[in-house]
Nanobody, 119 residues
C-alpha cells in the first residue's frame, strides 16, 4: 500500500512559480510511475505530467509543456512538480498518483493541494 501526501499549493499571481511535492510512504517507491493530475472547478480531472519509476522518462500535457517540470527523488520517496510561468487557467486542485510499473492504471492517489493563480 502506498500513501501519498501533497504539499506546496497556494495562491499566487500569474507569471509566478510554485513547486509541489508529493511524499510517498512505503519501501517500494522506486517501483512506481508517478503522475500529477489536476481538476479545476466544474471540469474533469486531467493529466498534467508523469515520470517513470527510474526518473529517466517524463511525460507532459501539451498545456504545461515547457512550463512545468516533473522530477523525483527515490531516496526521499518524493516526487515534485515545478510550475513556472503560471497562468490563471492553471488554477485547480493538483493530485499526485502512483502506478505500479506493471499496472495499467494509477492505483493510489493523494488528497490534493489547491493552486490558485490570479490574473
Amino acid at each position: 500500500q502506498v500513501q501519498l501526501v501533497e504539499s506546496g499549493g497556494g495562491l499566487l499571481q500569474a507569471g509566478g512559480s510554485l513547486r509541489l511535492s508529493c511524499a510517498a510512504s512505503g519501501r517500494t517507491f522506486s517501483s512506481y510511475y508517478m503522475g500529477w493530475f489536476r481538476q479545476a472547478p466544474g471540469k474533469e480531472r486531467e493529466f498534467v505530467a508523469a515520470i517513470s519509476w527510474s526518473g529517466g522518462t517524463t511525460y507532459y500535457a501539451d498545456s504545461v509543456k515547457g512550463r512545468f517540470t516533473v522530477a523525483r527523488d527515490n531516496g526521499k520517496n518524493t516526487v515534485y512538480l515545478q510550475m513556472n510561468s503560471l497562468k490563471p487557467e492553471d488554477t485547480a486542485v493538483y493530485y499526485c498518483a502512483a502506478r505500479y510499473r506493471t499496472s495499467t492504471g494509477y492505483e493510489h492517489w493523494g488528497q490534493g493541494t489547491q493552486v490558485t493563480v490570479s490574473s
